[in-house]
Protein backbone atom coordinates (compact mmCIF):
# COMPACT_ATOMS: atom_id res chain seq x y z
CA UNK A 1 0.00 0.00 0.00
CA UNK A 2 1.10 3.55 -0.91
CA UNK A 3 1.71 5.39 1.98
CA UNK A 4 1.69 8.63 -0.08
CA UNK A 5 -1.01 10.52 0.00
CA UNK A 6 -3.44 10.28 -2.95
CA UNK A 7 -5.78 12.68 -4.67
CA UNK A 8 -8.55 10.64 -6.61
CA UNK A 9 -10.56 12.77 -9.15
CA UNK A 10 -13.78 10.84 -10.44
CA UNK A 11 -15.98 12.18 -13.59
CA UNK A 12 -19.31 11.17 -12.63
CA UNK A 13 -21.38 10.26 -15.85
CA UNK A 14 -20.44 7.01 -17.43
CA UNK A 15 -17.28 7.09 -14.73
CA UNK A 16 -18.20 6.52 -11.45
CA UNK A 17 -21.43 5.69 -12.34
CA UNK A 18 -22.18 3.80 -15.32
CA UNK A 19 -25.30 6.15 -17.77
CA UNK A 20 -24.93 9.60 -18.09
CA UNK A 21 -27.71 11.17 -15.68
CA UNK A 22 -28.54 13.99 -17.85
CA UNK A 23 -30.17 11.81 -20.69
CA UNK A 24 -30.89 9.05 -18.13
CA UNK A 25 -33.64 11.48 -16.87
CA UNK A 26 -35.36 12.05 -20.20
CA UNK A 27 -34.60 8.22 -21.37
CA UNK A 28 -36.40 7.33 -17.72
CA UNK A 29 -39.40 10.13 -17.34
CA UNK A 30 -40.17 11.41 -21.41
CA UNK A 31 -38.78 9.74 -24.14
CA UNK A 32 -40.06 12.75 -25.97
CA UNK A 33 -38.16 15.60 -24.24
CA UNK A 34 -35.28 13.15 -24.62
CA UNK A 35 -35.30 13.18 -28.45
CA UNK A 36 -36.05 17.24 -27.94
CA UNK A 37 -32.66 17.22 -26.29
CA UNK A 38 -31.31 15.23 -29.32
CA UNK A 39 -32.64 17.52 -32.26
CA UNK A 40 -31.86 20.79 -29.80
CA UNK A 41 -28.37 19.28 -28.71
CA UNK A 42 -25.98 21.34 -31.67
CA UNK A 43 -27.70 24.56 -31.21
CA UNK A 44 -28.50 25.25 -27.38
CA UNK A 45 -25.69 25.30 -24.79
CA UNK A 46 -26.09 22.40 -22.71
CA UNK A 47 -26.71 23.33 -19.38
CA UNK A 48 -29.43 25.50 -20.74
CA UNK A 49 -30.67 22.61 -22.42
CA UNK A 50 -30.73 21.01 -19.78
CA UNK A 51 -33.00 23.48 -17.67
CA UNK A 52 -35.08 24.59 -20.00
CA UNK A 53 -36.01 20.69 -20.62
CA UNK A 54 -36.05 20.21 -16.89
CA UNK A 55 -38.45 23.05 -16.59
CA UNK A 56 -40.78 21.71 -19.91
CA UNK A 57 -40.62 17.96 -17.88
CA UNK A 58 -42.15 19.29 -14.49
CA UNK A 59 -44.61 22.40 -15.87
CA UNK A 60 -45.65 20.56 -18.79
CA UNK A 61 -45.57 16.75 -18.32
CA UNK A 62 -46.57 17.45 -14.75
CA UNK A 63 -43.51 15.25 -13.25
CA UNK A 64 -42.19 16.27 -9.99
CA UNK A 65 -38.80 16.72 -7.95
CA UNK A 66 -39.53 13.35 -6.07
CA UNK A 67 -40.24 12.18 -9.68
CA UNK A 68 -36.36 12.84 -10.70
CA UNK A 69 -34.65 11.78 -7.38
CA UNK A 70 -36.21 8.28 -7.71
CA UNK A 71 -35.42 8.31 -11.02
CA UNK A 72 -31.67 8.98 -10.14
CA UNK A 73 -31.98 6.04 -7.73
CA UNK A 74 -32.00 3.53 -10.72
CA UNK A 75 -29.33 4.75 -12.59
CA UNK A 76 -26.59 1.81 -13.28
CA UNK A 77 -24.06 2.14 -10.05
CA UNK A 78 -21.43 -1.06 -10.84
CA UNK A 79 -21.18 -2.82 -8.24
CA UNK A 80 -17.42 -3.02 -8.56
CA UNK A 81 -17.11 0.43 -8.56
CA UNK A 82 -18.64 0.43 -5.57
CA UNK A 83 -16.73 -1.78 -3.90
CA UNK A 84 -13.70 0.21 -4.92
CA UNK A 85 -15.77 3.52 -3.47
CA UNK A 86 -16.11 1.51 0.25
CA UNK A 87 -12.43 0.60 0.14
CA UNK A 88 -11.19 4.05 -1.02
CA UNK A 89 -13.51 5.87 2.21
CA UNK A 90 -12.08 3.48 4.08
CA UNK A 91 -8.46 4.49 3.18
CA UNK A 92 -9.84 8.41 3.89
CA UNK A 93 -10.62 8.13 6.59
CA UNK A 94 -7.20 7.26 7.65
CA UNK A 95 -5.54 10.33 5.88
CA UNK A 96 -4.94 8.09 3.02
CA UNK A 97 -6.76 9.57 0.03
CA UNK A 98 -9.22 12.38 -0.83
CA UNK A 99 -11.44 12.11 -2.91
CA UNK A 100 -13.15 14.66 -5.04
CA UNK A 101 -15.89 14.35 -7.86
CA UNK A 102 -15.93 16.77 -10.80
CA UNK A 103 -18.47 16.61 -13.41
CA UNK A 104 -20.58 18.40 -15.80
CA UNK A 105 -23.75 16.81 -13.94
CA UNK A 106 -25.50 18.75 -11.51
CA UNK A 107 -25.64 18.64 -7.09
CA UNK A 108 -29.17 17.36 -7.10
CA UNK A 109 -28.36 14.18 -9.23
CA UNK A 110 -25.16 13.59 -7.70
CA UNK A 111 -26.61 13.65 -4.12
CA UNK A 112 -29.71 11.76 -4.83
CA UNK A 113 -27.18 8.74 -5.85
CA UNK A 114 -24.69 9.19 -3.02
CA UNK A 115 -27.85 9.35 -0.73
CA UNK A 116 -29.32 6.71 -1.88
CA UNK A 117 -26.52 4.24 -1.96
CA UNK A 118 -25.19 5.57 1.68
CA UNK A 119 -22.04 8.09 0.43
CA UNK A 120 -24.31 11.20 1.36
CA UNK A 121 -24.74 13.83 2.53
CA UNK A 122 -21.76 15.65 0.80
CA UNK A 123 -18.70 15.71 2.52
CA UNK A 124 -19.34 12.11 4.00
CA UNK A 125 -17.52 10.42 1.62
CA UNK A 126 -16.18 13.10 -0.65
CA UNK A 127 -13.84 15.84 0.19
CA UNK A 128 -15.30 18.28 -2.42
CA UNK A 129 -18.34 17.99 -5.78
CA UNK A 130 -17.46 20.51 -8.35
CA UNK A 131 -20.70 20.34 -10.59
CA UNK A 132 -23.46 22.67 -12.01
CA UNK A 133 -25.54 24.20 -9.00
CA UNK A 134 -29.04 22.42 -8.46
CA UNK A 135 -32.08 24.03 -6.71
CA UNK A 136 -35.38 23.84 -6.05
CA UNK A 137 -36.70 26.85 -7.25
CA UNK A 138 -39.00 28.54 -4.88
CA UNK A 139 -41.54 30.29 -6.10
CA UNK A 140 -42.48 27.50 -8.72
CA UNK A 141 -41.44 24.21 -6.81
CA UNK A 142 -39.31 23.34 -9.73
CA UNK A 143 -35.76 21.74 -10.41
CA UNK A 144 -33.23 24.27 -11.74
CA UNK A 145 -30.03 23.90 -13.09
CA UNK A 146 -27.33 26.75 -13.59
CA UNK A 147 -23.81 26.88 -14.75
CA UNK A 148 -20.91 25.80 -12.59
CA UNK A 149 -19.48 29.26 -14.16
CA UNK A 150 -20.90 31.28 -17.47
CA UNK A 151 -17.40 30.98 -18.88
CA UNK A 152 -13.66 29.79 -18.91
CA UNK A 153 -10.51 30.96 -20.62
CA UNK A 154 -9.39 27.40 -21.59
CA UNK A 155 -9.48 26.67 -25.28
CA UNK A 156 -8.66 22.73 -25.15
CA UNK A 157 -12.34 22.53 -23.67
CA UNK A 158 -15.54 22.55 -26.00
CA UNK A 159 -17.87 23.24 -22.61
CA UNK A 160 -18.46 26.63 -22.13
CA UNK A 161 -19.83 26.20 -18.45
CA UNK A 162 -16.94 23.86 -17.26
CA UNK A 163 -13.09 23.44 -17.38
CA UNK A 164 -11.80 20.71 -15.47
CA UNK A 165 -7.97 21.42 -15.49
CA UNK A 166 -9.15 24.92 -14.01
CA UNK A 167 -10.57 22.65 -11.07
CA UNK A 168 -8.16 20.71 -10.67
CA UNK A 169 -5.24 23.94 -10.43
CA UNK A 170 -7.60 26.11 -8.36
CA UNK A 171 -8.95 23.67 -5.86
CA UNK A 172 -6.74 20.38 -6.00
CA UNK A 173 -3.55 20.79 -7.33
CA UNK A 174 0.05 22.62 -5.86
CA UNK A 175 -1.56 25.27 -4.14
CA UNK A 176 -3.47 23.41 -1.82
CA UNK A 177 -1.49 21.25 -0.39
CA UNK A 178 1.70 21.40 0.89
CA UNK A 179 3.46 17.85 -0.76
CA UNK A 180 1.56 17.51 -3.95
CA UNK A 181 0.15 14.41 -3.67
CA UNK A 182 -0.50 11.59 -6.65
CA UNK A 183 -3.53 12.19 -8.68
CA UNK A 184 -5.77 9.35 -9.79
CA UNK A 185 -8.21 10.60 -12.58
CA UNK A 186 -11.48 8.57 -13.55
CA UNK A 187 -12.38 9.51 -16.58
CA UNK A 188 -14.41 9.34 -19.94
CA UNK A 189 -15.45 12.04 -22.10
CA UNK A 190 -13.98 14.63 -23.85
CA UNK A 191 -14.22 16.80 -21.49
CA UNK A 192 -12.41 15.11 -19.48
CA UNK A 193 -9.16 15.29 -21.56
CA UNK A 194 -7.86 19.01 -20.80
CA UNK A 195 -7.49 17.57 -17.08
CA UNK A 196 -5.64 14.25 -18.28
CA UNK A 197 -3.38 16.43 -20.95
CA UNK A 198 -2.76 18.90 -17.33
CA UNK A 199 -1.70 15.66 -14.71
CA UNK A 200 2.16 15.25 -14.28
CA UNK A 201 4.40 12.51 -14.67
CA UNK A 202 3.08 10.63 -11.12
CA UNK A 203 -0.25 10.79 -11.95
CA UNK A 204 -2.64 8.33 -13.71
CA UNK A 205 -6.02 8.44 -15.95
CA UNK A 206 -7.58 5.82 -15.93
CA UNK A 207 -9.46 6.07 -18.93
CA UNK A 208 -12.47 4.00 -20.29
CA UNK A 209 -12.20 2.05 -23.60
CA UNK A 210 -14.48 2.34 -26.23
CA UNK A 211 -15.47 3.69 -29.61
CA UNK A 212 -18.46 6.00 -28.21
CA UNK A 213 -16.06 7.62 -25.56
CA UNK A 214 -15.41 10.78 -26.14
CA UNK A 215 -12.04 10.91 -24.50
CA UNK A 216 -10.64 8.32 -26.70
CA UNK A 217 -11.81 9.63 -29.56
CA UNK A 218 -9.34 12.53 -28.71
CA UNK A 219 -6.60 11.11 -27.02
CA UNK A 220 -5.91 8.41 -29.15
CA UNK A 221 -4.73 10.62 -31.95
CA UNK A 222 -2.57 12.92 -29.78
CA UNK A 223 -0.81 9.77 -28.18
CA UNK A 224 0.00 8.99 -31.92
CA UNK A 225 1.39 12.09 -33.24
CA UNK A 226 2.50 14.11 -30.00
CA UNK A 227 2.70 11.51 -27.19
CA UNK A 228 4.98 14.37 -25.37
CA UNK A 229 1.56 16.02 -24.74
CA UNK A 230 0.59 13.20 -22.17
CA UNK A 231 2.72 13.30 -19.41
CA UNK A 232 0.76 11.04 -17.09
CA UNK A 233 -0.11 7.16 -17.60
CA UNK A 234 -2.44 6.56 -19.27
CA UNK A 235 -4.47 2.76 -17.95
CA UNK A 236 -7.88 2.19 -20.49
CA UNK A 237 -9.83 0.25 -18.90
CA UNK A 238 -13.25 -1.40 -20.39
CA UNK A 239 -15.24 -2.80 -17.63
CA UNK A 240 -15.49 -1.59 -13.65
CA UNK A 241 -14.07 -5.01 -12.64
CA UNK A 242 -10.64 -3.55 -14.02
CA UNK A 243 -11.50 -0.70 -12.54
CA UNK A 244 -11.68 -2.26 -9.26
CA UNK A 245 -8.87 -4.61 -9.49
CA UNK A 246 -6.92 -1.34 -10.11
CA UNK A 247 -7.53 0.44 -7.73
CA UNK A 248 -7.19 -2.28 -4.56
CA UNK A 249 -4.10 -3.37 -6.24
CA UNK A 250 -2.94 0.02 -6.07
CA UNK A 251 -4.22 1.79 -2.93
MG1 LIG B 1 -18.22 11.28 -18.12
ZN1 LIG C 1 -10.01 23.02 -20.15
Request: aromatic letters at 10%; proline letters at 4%.
Amino acid sequence: MSTHATTFVFDFDHSLVDNNTDTFVFDVLSPSLREKVNALSADVQWTELMNQSLNELQEQQGKTVENIRLCMTQIPFQPAMRRALDHLRILRREGKCKLYIASDSNTFYIDAILCHYGYGPTGDTFDGIFTNPAFVDKSTGRLCVKKFVEKHNCTVCNTVNMCKRDIYETYLSAASFPHRPRTVFLCDGSNDLCLVLALGAHDVALCRQGAEYGLQRKLIPILEKTPEKVQCTIVWWINYDEVEHWILTMM
